[in-house]
């Protein structure tokens, strides 16, 4: 934003500039209402880590949709709005960690192109995130952006660490994003939703192929020779495994539906929700995340999430 920034904009200037995809824009709103931000997060939480955890949070929030502001005179309110949720959800969070409810209903809920609705802003973020490391950012993508939000616990138990791990490592990638974020405001960035679009094209290409008996053919020219099944942080099969176990379920009349993609440079997450056959509701749990490390293009490494059933989750349907 060439000289605007020195004349100290209005808010709605910033924000009808931000909107038209001026990164630069959407850093100098967030600048300038930083220190109300972290009042409240103060306000909420008390003088402790977790006041400046929640402010970045709300910091990725904002980021992803400054867009919906729908009133430029209230930026303000807004800001500090989405850091007493974020605080909320963090005193919730101590209190006690809740099993991820109905993720079938969470995810209909769920608008992707919300993620990635301010085209600029959006490859901008996804930049940023691809310059960390590729635990970091995996852990990034599956607290900030994959629907099913996974909580700390549930995490910690993907890789198999302490949940104090997971917290260290939110905390460090916050650090190194915000760092990224300001170093490559000025570079052009890929499409993400490019990108986005075609890690869901090759889901749903992956389980047509499942179900037309050519997952073994699909993986073997996708997957790396000596992809890996990960259990926590131990290997606990290979690609024969992952292929018995595929066509395991759809012997039991199990299908998976594709829900959504989120991708980054070795990193992707696609969103399924598991349909159980009618005789046997309770076969599958609701919904599956598959975790998915690349090189070259290639899966080499698995993970899987799977949503836990909760008694609120309908079976009937199932």
């Known amino acids: 934003m060439t000289g605007t920034l020195l004349d100290e904009p209005s808010d709605p200037r910033l924000l009808r500039a931000a909107a038209a995809g001026e990164v630069a824009a959407v850093g100098a709103l967030i600048e300038r209402h930083r220190a109300g931000m972290r009042a409240?997060?103060?306000?909420?939480?008390?003088?402790?880590?977790?006041?400046?955890?929640?402010v970045q949070d709300a910091t990725l929030i904002a980021l992803r949709r400054i867009g919906d502001v729908r009133q430029p005179d209230s930026v303000g309110a807004w800001l500090r709005t989405i850091v007493r949720n974020v605080c909320r959800t963090h005193l919730r969070s101590a209190a006690t960690t809740t099993p991820v409810a109905d993720l079938t209903t969470l995810a209909t809920h769920t608008n992707p192109e919300r993620i990635i609705d301010q085209h600029a802003t959006r490859d901008w973020l996804w930049r940023a995130i691809d310059e960390l490391s590729p635990t970091l950012r995996a852990t990034v993508m599956l607290r900030h952006f994959s629907p099913r939000t996974p909580s700390y616990d549930q995490i910690a138990a993907l890789y198999g660490v302490p949940v104090g791990t997971v917290r260290s490592r939110l905390n460090e990638a916050r650090t190194k994003l915000t760092e990224a974020l300001a170093a490559t405001a000025d570079t052009a960035h890929d499409d993400a939703a490019a990108a986005a679009r075609t890690s869901a094209r090759e889901a749903a290409e992956t389980l047509a192929a499942a179900e037309q008996g050519r997952f073994a053919q699909l993986t073997s020219e996708r997957w790396a020779p000596n992809v890996a099944y990960y259990s926590g942080r131990q290997r606990v099969g290979d690609r024969d495994f992952l292929i018995r176990g595929m066509e395991g379920d759809l012997e039991a009349g199990v299908?998976?539906?594709?829900?959504?993609?989120?991708?980054?440079?070795?990193?992707?997450?696609?969103?399924?929700?598991?349909?159980?056959?009618?005789?046997?509701?309770?076969?599958?749990?609701?919904?599956?995340a598959w975790l998915m490390s690349t090189k070259n293009g290639r899966v080499h490494q698995l993970r899987l999430f799977h949503a836990p059933r909760t008694a609120a989750t309908p079976t009937a349907a199932r």
Do not use: K, Y
Request: aromatic share 4%; proline share 12%; charged share 25%.
């Open 40 to 54: 409240v997060a103060l306000s909420v939480l008390g003088n402790r880590p977790e006041a400046d955890d929640a």
């Open 255 to 288: 299908r998976q539906r594709f829900v959504t993609a989120v991708t980054s440079r070795d990193t992707t997450i696609w969103e399924m929700d598991l349909v159980n056959p009618p005789d046997n509701p309770d076969h599958c749990p609701p919904a599956v």
